[in-house]
């Protein structure tokens, strides 16, 4: 089966290991493992796993990581959640379970390649829904109800949004579940940047807590920084979930207990894990605001949530070579639209620790002021 190359992944693989400055990460700054046992006053945590038995544990995530999860939505229960190796892997099963080839699926454009590119590759016929800048890279309703028909099986959209951090609110969501319901379609959202709002009186609801019709895949990745245990999860109505489980049992057979076991430790301790990275992505949000204001070579529109922002640059050139004369002069990394199939902007990553953007903006700055 042939698949498009995930262009930023490449990207990424080749230079975020060598950089001296990251600022390309997407989480909020991965917890280590010794910090975050501390945190959660847990410092036994492995003493108990000395007389365990390395089994392949519960098939779809255990019971008290399912409600966990459940609970981070008004109205699901452990029956609506099924636990998945990170949000790529709940991506993934979503489309190898819903889409036959010859299907029709609308998806947001620029986006995380993953949500148009697999589908493809399944042989659907993929209409993207564009997002501009101009409309603070939110999906236009009108824009979407003429790619939509009634063989439409599914929509696809990602809130908060990466590249551009732009975050679809509760009366367009609504909207949004409102055109998949009347089409008889899905809506898949991916909402693994999900609680990182830069204000804190911003919330949206989950679009599976809206529609029966929405499917939504999450993530101990972005939000909770425990990045390296690799889970994530589908939450969606138990028909769905069947679904999904007849697929996943070729794929995953389960994730792992110890995995498992510490996000479970993370959903009993979300207070103190919001409290870190809530402090992180505002206060570096508002460096990189500053940074923004003060540069007459970038613009942007501010991100609303999540740990990403999509700066447009005003001057000549590819930004994939700006990105590799920027890791070559100035050690720092960001990812270049190129990946995104846009020209003109670059990603950056704010979820990093402070110390580092700063140095990451200082660099960057020096590196603009050269071409001024
Ligand atoms: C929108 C989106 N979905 C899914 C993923 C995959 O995340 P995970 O680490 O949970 O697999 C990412 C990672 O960057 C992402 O940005």
Redo the contacts with the bound molecule.
């Keep these: 089966m042939k698949v498009d190359q995930f262009l930023?992944e490449r990207f990424l693989n080749t230079y975020e290991h060598e950089v001296e400055l990251n600022l390309a990460e997407?989480?909020v700054d991965p917890f280590e493992l010794g910090e975050f046992l501390t945190m959660v006053e847990r410092e036994d945590f492995f003493e108990e796993f000395k007389k365990m038995q390395l089994t392949y544990g519960f098939i779809d995530g255990s019971p008290d990581l399912r409600q966990g999860i459940a609970d981070l939505y008004d109205y699901m229960k452990p029956e609506n959640i099924l636990a998945t190796?990170?949000?790529?892997?709940?991506?993934f099963l979503v489309f190898y379970s819903l889409v036959e080839p010859g299907d029709t699926v609308v998806s947001i454009f620029p986006?995380?390649q993953?949500?148009y590119s697999v589908a493809k590759s399944f042989g659907s016929q993929v209409k993207l829904l564009r997002l501009h800048e101009s409309k603070q890279w939110l999906p236009d309703v009108e824009d979407l109800s003429e790619l939509v028909d009634h063989g439409t099986r599914l929509i696809v959209v990602?809130n908060p949004?990466?590249?551009t951090g732009s975050l679809i609110d509760t009366e367009l969501l609504k909207k949004i579940c409102a055109i998949a319901e009347e089409a008889g379609a899905y809506l898949l959202c991916?909402e693994?940047?999900r609680g990182l709002y830069i204000r804190s009186d911003d919330y949206v609801p989950s679009a599976v807590d809206l529609s029966d019709r929405a499917i939504v895949?999450?993530?101990?990745?972005?939000a909770f920084s425990l990045?390296g245990l690799?889970?994530?999860w589908i939450v969606a109505s138990e028909q769905i979930i069947r679904e999904c489980k007849v697929h996943r049992d070729y794929t995953t057979i389960s994730n792992g207990m110890i995995d498992d076991a510490l996000a479970t430790l993370a959903l009993k301790n979300l207070d103190h894990i919001y409290k870190r990275n809530l402090g992180i992505i505002r206060a570096n949000h508002l460096i990189l605001s500053r940074w923004v204001e003060e540069e007459p070579l970038i613009d942007w529109v501010p991100p609303r949530a999540g740990s990403?922002a999509f700066l447009r640059y005003n001057f000549n050139m590819p930004s994939e070579e700006l990105c590799l004369r920027l890791i070559q002069d100035e050690g720092t990394l960001l990812v270049p639209g190129s990946c995104f199939e846009m020209e003109g902007y670059l990603r950056i990553g704010y979820g990093c620790k402070t110390e580092t953007l700063k140095e990451g903006l200082g660099r960057f700055r020096d590196f603009l002021n050269f071409y001024r």
């Excluded at 190796?85 to 991506?91: S, V």
């Design positions: 930023v997407t989480c190796g990170g949000a790529i892997g709940a991506n986006a995380y993953q949500l990602n949004h990466n590249p991916d693994t940047y895949t999450g993530s101990f990745s972005k990045t690799r889970l994530g990403i």
